[in-house]
């Protein structure tokens, strides 16, 4: 990771209104994913927990995490609350249309951590009767798949280039406007407490890909945890917009940037020009 942004504002407005966002999402789903509703709905690719038990009968969880939760790599991480699914697929087709860059949807990791965790919660945590869960063994389970997802999580924001919080009032609340930044949701307060511990490194070329799956909707906890989004650059929907026309006007002049070479456009325009 080499930068990380906080980017306010982003609104159905910014992609011309809710049709042309809903076009975009419609375009990085299919047109850059290539997937379907019927894909969405029925996975074909993720293997029952047999596939990862070893001779021992314990489960291989570096290969759990490989496969089911992939080890893609992509320009920029996406962090986000899952209510705005919508909006955040949008901006994932836009980056790839207009700059030519891979976003990683963080979650689309969910859809993934929830059948996993039920696949070892029938196979491992059932009671007797076999109608109900043993509340220990579920505590267990469930650490053990959000540790994974986690760790999955942190390599992902580790290895792309740059990180962007899109801070929504679905993300972060605040009741003042003087109070510090919170969040609901703990991969989003995890998310951020890693971009800023992570080792930031020099901007350099990612092999291209781009990743998203199918995402859960259930009930948030109310905790109140820190946002901390203090170490983040701010990114506005204007230096997006003047993004995208520098790379349109190297288009029209036969030359494309894509990756890290079109992200290099923005940090000029970000730090160069703050001197």
Known sequence: ???????????????????????????????????????KENDLFRKTLRHYLQANGNLDAATMEEEWFGSVQADIFLSHSHRDETLIEAFAGWLHEKCGVFAFVDSSLWGYADDLLREIDNNYCQ?????????????????????????????????????????????????????????????????????????PHEPQEYLKHSFILNESEERQIPIELPAEIEHLDTLTTQHLTDWASAIEILKQNGRELTGSDSLILLYWDLYENRK
């Open 1 to 39: 990771m080499f930068s990380r942004f906080n980017l306010s504002g982003l609104t159905e407005e910014f992609f011309g209104g809710k049709n042309a966002c809903e076009k975009y999402q419609k375009y990085y789903r299919e047109d850059v994913l290539g997937l379907t509703d019927e894909d």
């Open 127 to 199: 009671n007797g009767d076999r109608q109900t869960y043993s509340y220990k063994l579920r505590n267990i389970s469930t650490s053990y798949v959000h540790m994974i997802l986690n760790t999955a999580l942190a390599k992902m924001i580790h290895q792309t280039e740059c990180l962007i919080f899109v801070n929504t009032e679905n993300s972060t609340i605040k009741e003042n406007i003087t109070d510090e930044s919170k969040t609901l949701s703990p991969w989003i307060y995890s998310e951020l407490a890693l971009s800023k511990i992570i080792e």
